[in-house]
């Protein structure tokens, strides 16, 4: 256990759904992220959010939307997806520069 | 921008036997963070060792250690006395002193009873 949870750990959804992934740190950090892994890809870098303010956009398409309500706290809003957005989402939150992310276990989101 | 490139996609080792998997990178930045995560099958991707740049001296981590060579930008873990529960994808990755963190392709261990 690394500190970070996140739910579901797994969920599926039709293209016209709405639905909403949990993180949440009891670590005492000031910076989540949320990363998407898929199959044979290198880890993508989502959002960041430092302060509950969000400092990076990595160009997402607007049907993935971050929610930051404090700093435990992380959101990501889904609705009219793609078959192309299965994948494993990760979440992850560090306590600042230099240190390294603590990641949880992830969501794995199939798209039907 | 940084660069990670891990050219081994996948690696495999007999238990008890040591390991070295790979990592360059290409930075312009004097002062960065390395890193090799593990990432278990269970899928919580845990830290395995890290290593500042500014540091000379090579991190160790008990079974793990790293060969950080700055001016080749090589970064690789040597994995000693390798156990059945190393199995798992390890990552590379790279953070820029502004924070900035970008990971390599990932290398999938196996070990081999």
Known sequence: ?112 | AQTVTQSQPEMSVQEAETVTLSCTYDTSESDYYLFWYKQPPSRQMILVIRQEAYKQQNATENRFSVNFQKAAKSFSLKISDSQLGDAAMYFCAYRSDAGKSTFGDGTTLTVKP
């Open chain 1, 1 to 112: 256990e690394t500190g970070v949870t996140q739910t579901p750990r797994h969920l599926v959804m039709g293209m016209t759904n709405k639905k909403s992934l949990k993180c949440e740190q009891h670590l005492g950090h000031n910076a989540m992220y949320w990363y998407k892994q898929s199959a044979k890809k290198p880890l993508e870098l989502m959002f960041v959010y430092n302060f509950k303010e969000q400092t990076e956009n990595n160009s997402v398409p607007s049907r993935f939307s971050p929610e930051c309500p404090n700093s435990s706290h992380l959101f990501l809003h889904l609705h009219t997806l793609q078959p192309e957005d299965s994948a494993l989402y990760l979440c992850a939150s560090t306590a600042g520069d230099p240190y390294e992310q603590y990641f949880g276990p992830g969501t794995r989101l199939t798209v039907t």
